[in-house]
């Protein structure tokens, strides 16, 4: 039987209605949430993202301000901009796109932006909250893939998953607060592909979770039989937006999975919404 496609955007609305009546008090206390985005160049998934951040922004009544900068922007120039907002009573939520430019450092820059405005949830403070398995700001994405998950109803403890992919936003955060729910988790990265030993955890996971920006990376045959899906991968091919896994060799196999678009990613928008109200919570004295 095909796979339950998981409705992302049926769960962001969840939780974006959830948080009409706290936006509503904010505003009353007269704090009003902002969210401040700065982007360094042009990238088609940061657009992507973009779009939906602004629209949902929009939608909520949250302030949504872009912040574009050309991709020669010296570290300096963008560390002082951040500096700006972190002084900037008016701006409750921080965040910064990525991809940056190669000549810039991510992990230095986001260390700068102010813990309680840190929208996206990826400041070492708020990582290290996640290590302890108490995030307060958590990482949107992170975030959104265990709810994503949680939304399937499948008991979680003593399962075994595979996050493939092991950045400092997607797939190290996810595979901590995975750890948290007692899930047994691997995780794969570049010198896994290199071996060649990938489809072998691949087949292993109960519950997958792929975050690589490669499309197609997961081939369908892979995947285990009943397995959950998480495709947190968004690329362009052709005029189309595809995930990281063979979409439809893997819905045959899986018993849920997210589509590319209208998974991942609308639930990543709906939790940076959240981390933007829970910011601005933080910052009233």
Sequence with gaps: MPAQI????????????????????????????????????????????????????????????????????????????????????????????????SHLDARYLQHLIDPKKDAEGVSPTNMGMVVYGKPVLGPCTAMAVIELIKSTGVELYGKEAVMVGHSDIVGKPTALLLLDKFVTTSVCHIATGERGILPDYVKRGEILIVAVGKANLIKGEWIREGAIVIDVGINRVGGKIVGDVEFEVAKERASYITPVPGGVGPVTTAMLLKNTVEAAKLQIK
């Design 6 to 101: 998981i409705d992302g955007v049926k769960i962001a609305n969840k939780i974006k209605e959830g948080l009409k009546e706290e936006i509503q008090k904010l505003k009353a206390e007269g704090k009003s949430p902002s969210l401040a985005a700065i982007q360094v160049g042009t990238d088609p998934g940061s657009e992507v993202y973009i779009r939906s951040q602004k629209k949902s922004c929009e939608k909520m009544g949250i302030e949504y301000n872009l912040h574009k900068f050309d991709e020669k922007i010296t570290q300096t120039e963008l560390a002082d901009f951040i500096q700006k907002l972190n002084q900037n009573p008016g701006v409750s939520g921080i965040i910064l796109q990525m991809p940056l430019p």
